[in-house]
């Protein structure tokens, strides 16, 4: 009974950080402004309750019934696994004085508040005093967790186990090398299109097609809902209610249809995990303090743009589906046939922000950000030196000039709520999606179903070799186990090369 004793202990800390979660969820949804500073307290109070009880001594003695109840099983078994890494998490945790959690969750809901406002007006110094207080928040964090090599390690630890800046530097380097002659090629042919985009499309209508499309790819809207929010998410309360928002710009309709299914992803994930490990450590991120199912916020990240890039942008979807969204816009389609459409939702144009970027440039976006995140956090860039040097970055991998804060350094919702650390998962979660999708598409059965479009066999694909396992394994198992290899960029790039050369005719 130790055991089934033991897991009912974190099947409590799920429930809290869930409570947490719909907080978080109304928060960014329905909660009037007036709000945010008790909705601060509540989000911070229960952060601590979760922590607390996870770290209690109580909890220690029902881990250490569990270990020996277990201790017979095979190393790699679902009930050593999860014992092994509740003792991890509580390690980490006691490294870190509850008083440093709670200021964290206060000040990230708060900060979310004051960074709207601050965008929204393009106005640094108001956020200014709020990100000093968050970068040294998190260099206190990352001294008490400790690290070898760089403090931004520490902190990435919490959302990408196994990276640091040393191991991304190859990461990027490949990048560069593989995308930059491309992008500069791009650059001198003629681009696709675009006008019949930024006609004003029904945000009703936009709303509706996006959402059939999220449940053409198998997201269950008895187990989810989709709302409208400044910044896109999806939050979970368990893989039975697994929640969905996207923004709608009435002159530019691909913000919501891909935003949408971008998160549709993420939905994909959480809902497809093995029911039984509802409520355990397996689908509870007991170091980050969240209730999600992702072994790391890259791998989720993958399952978002894998819907999104790889089935969402290809040529075959718009063949399949462009009918149902021309009926769904007539006027604003009028004359565009699927081809034209799929070229333009996919035109390379670098811009300001990181969200709305094509798929082929994106990945500077994340550089620019690491390195900055970095430089932040060892103190080499001053919070005042900031948006000189964001500017100069764009510059560098973009060719663009910033012309204000709103569309630099303001635009991102990360730093407002105190997530230092976490950019580098957009990137991986790009080179991920290449490697599964191509491995996923070895399979007869998957291409046939995509070009028929029936998105069940890559859905139960991925189910089998990614969403059921929660946080089973790590980041890297989970590639060997899916694909015969780690983390790879070389699909990643022969994907892009592929699409864009056709696309552009390079």
Not at 165 to 184: H, I, T, W, Y
Not at 360 to 368: N, P, Q, S
Not at 381 to 407: I, T
Request: include cysteine; proline fraction near 5%; glycine fraction near 6%.
């Amino acid at each position: 009974m130790g055991y089934k004793a033991f897991l009912e202990r974190m099947g409590e800390v799920n429930d809290l950080l869930c409570a947490k979660s719909i907080l978080s969820w109304d928060e960014r949804t329905m909660m009037p402004r007036g709000g945010a500073d008790t909705r601060a307290k509540q989000q911070a109070t229960l952060t601590v309750l979760a922590r607390d009880h996870l770290v209690a001594d109580e909890t220690r003695r029902f881990l250490e019934r569990a270990e020996a109840e277990t201790a017979n099983l095979p190393e790699d078994s679902v009930e050593r696994t999860i014992c092994a890494q509740v003792r991890e998490a509580i390690e980490y945790h006691l490294r870190i004085p509850a008083a440093l959690v709670h200021k964290r969750a206060e000040l990230g809901s708060v900060g979310h508040h004051v960074w709207a406002k601050a965008r929204a007006e393009s106005d640094l110094a108001s956020f200014a005093p709020l990100l000093e207080e968050t970068l040294a928040l998190n260099r206190e964090i990352a001294e008490c967790i400790g690290y070898e090599g760089h403090p931004y390690d520490a902190l990435m630890y919490r959302f990408e186990p196994g990276e640091s800046v040393a191991s991304l530097q190859p990461l990027f380097a490949a990048l560069k090398e593989g995308l930059l002659p491309l992008v500069k090629a791009i650059g001198e042919k003629e681009p696709p299109r675009v006008d019949f985009l930024q006609r004003p499309f029904p945000v009703e209508a936009q709303l509706a097609f996006a959402l059939k499309m999220a449940r053409k790819l198998g997201y269950d809207t008895d187990r989810g809902r989709l709302d409208l929010t400044v910044h896109p998410f999806e939050i979970s309360f368990t893989r039975n209610d697994v929640r969905i928002t996207t923004r709608v710009n009435d002159e530019w309709m691909p913000k919501s249809l891909f935003g949408t299914l971008h998160e549709t992803g993420h939905a994909l994930y959480e809902q497809f995990c093995d029911p039984a490990y509802t409520r355990t450590p397996l689908a509870t991120d007991l170091v980050g303090l969240y209730a999600v199912g992702g072994v790391s916020f890259g791998a989720h990240e993958s399952q978002s743009r894998l819907f999104e890039n790889h089935v969402g942008r290809s040529r075959e979807f718009w063949e399949l589906h462009y009918g149902e969204l021309h009926d769904t816009f007539p006027e604003q389609l009028a004359g565009v046939d699927a081809e034209t459409f799929w070229r333009a939702v996919n035109r390379v144009e670098p811009g300001f922000i990181r969200v709305l970027s094509d798929e082929l440039t994106y990945d500077f976006h994340i550089m620019l950000r690491v390195e900055i995140e970095a430089a932040l956090i060892d103190e080499s860039l001053p919070v005042s030196d900031l948006p000189e040097a964001w500017n100069a970055k764009v510059e560098e991998y973009l060719g663009l000039d910033v012309p204000n804060d709103r569309l630099g350094v303001l635009q991102d919702v990360h730093w407002s709520s105190g997530q230092v650390g976490t950019f580098c998962n957009y990137t991986i979660g790009n080179v991920m999606a290449g490697q599964l999708f191509d491995t996923a598409t070895t399979d007869p059965r998957i291409r046939e179903g995509l070009a028929e479009a029936d998105y069940l066999p890559l859905r139960e694909w991925l189910t089998e070799h990614v969403h059921r396992h929660g946080r089973r394994y790590t980041r890297n198992q989970l590639l060997e186990k899916a694909t015969g290899r780690t983390l790879d960029p070389a699909p990643y790039l022969a994907h892009l090369t592929r699409k864009y050369s056709d696309i552009y005719g390079i």
